[in-house]
Nanobody, 126 residues
Framework: QVQLVESGGGSVQPGGSLRLSCAAA????????VGWFRQAPGKEREGVGC????????YYVDSVKGRFTISRDNAENTVHLQMDRLRPDDTAVYYC???????????????????WGQGTQVTVSS
């Protein structure tokens, strides 16, 4: 069964860090571009960043650039989202998505065939 499973969410104080993981089952994640998205209550889903397939480059939106880092662990068939210097406006449900047809030059493009994770809650609050 093809699926993505996210983990690592939780509650943290402003300025803290979290590392989210997006583990793939049933397919080799390294071949796929992987995008991270988030959706805050009452807001539309927004892209956070992505990494291209097979050693492709990364891309981040301006609001997280310099604070978030996406990396691959091919041995674990996993992509990580390291989030540092977290702010209250980073609070959201975070999702990962994988797609063979998407690149990551200036963002991740979803398609009907994109594989999505179930989401993990990140709460930044004092």
């Amino acid at each position: 069964q093809v699926q993505l499973v996210e983990s690592g969410g939780g509650s943290v104080q402003p300025g803290g860090s979290l590392r989210l993981s997006c583990a793939a089952a049933g397919f080799t994640l390294d071949y796929y571009a992987v995008g991270w998205f988030r959706q805050a209550p009452g807001k539309e889903r927004e892209g956070v960043g992505c990494v291209g397939g097979s050693g492709g480059s990364t891309y981040y939106v301006d609001s997280v650039k310099g604070r978030f880092t996406i990396s691959r662990d091919n041995a674990e068939n996993t992509v990580h989202l390291q989030m540092d210097r977290l702010r209250p406006d980073d609070t959201a449900v975070y999702y990962c998505a994988a797609d063979l047809a998407s690149g990551c030059t200036d963002g991740f493009t979803t398609h009907p065939g994109s594989v999505w994770g179930q989401g993990t809650q990140v709460t930044v609050s004092s």
